[in-house]
């Protein structure tokens, strides 16, 4: 019988991480059916899901040809690399070296270009080809998400269901508010989704090293906490040293 812990973290895992990118596809969405039309919204947000349809029936049957420990220690190595990617800019973020994201701002942004482009005759056709780029390129950061959180052992479902709960929600408030996530504290989300993709990933790494856990997938949470620690550590000891910065230029 799997886990309780395991269904539980491999769906927050990729509820957040889909959560993400689902917010970053939405505001170009809405930036073009505000600027130009729903139509070629819909349109480009069409041909997108129907593409990555194509790319999840393509990849789903591949994987189980695959050896087990290989794909964990695949998958383990890519979570790595992918959860150290985004805790790396959540950190630097959250100690001020590098600008928060901005969801108004690229809504902003995403919306003069494309009203600047009105006034063409392909103006449509660049408007649904922006949708189009939005999702297909977010979407397929899902698709991998929820096919790395998954795959381990065959809960491929679970990170599913996450990923679309996250889809439906983002959804849901999107058509509440009819106006861009900026409430949504998108650095703190990379920062919890950053630690649980590279928490998975060293544990996967183990697990297709032929490593034993102690705890079995309990493990994760510890995993977890100390990786938290370290990068809490990071984000203080960087803030002080920008801050000192600054105050020694204005001297």
Partial sequence: MTNITTIASTMTAA???????????????LAVGVSRSW????????????????????????????PVELLQFVIGTLLILFGMRWLR??????????????????????????????????????????????VLLEGIEVVF?????????????YAALGAAVACLLVLAIGAAVHKPLARVPENTLKFVVGLLLTAFGVYWTGEGLGAHWPGADLSLIAIFVVLALF???AVRLLRSYNEGQVKAVFR
């Fill in 39 to 66: 139509r070629p919204a819909i349109i480009g947000t069409v041909l997108a899901l129907v593409v990555l349809a194509l790319i999840v029936i393509v990849l789903g049957p591949l994987l189980g040809l695959i």
């Fill in 15 to 29: 509820f957040l991480g889909s959560f993400v990118e689902v917010v970053e596809a939405f505001t170009i969405i």
């Fill in 231 to 233: 990068s809490l550590i």
């Fill in 145 to 157: 998400i929820v096919i790395a959180v998954g795959a381990g052992r065959g809960m491929i479902g």
């Fill in 89 to 134: 800019k959540a950190i630097l973020r959250a100690s001020g070296f590098i600008a928060l994201h901005d969801e108004t701002e690229a809504f902003a942004k995403e919306t003069d270009l494309l009203k600047r482009q009105a006034a063409e005759r392909r103006a449509d056709f660049i408007a649904g080809t922006a949708a189009f780029k939005a």
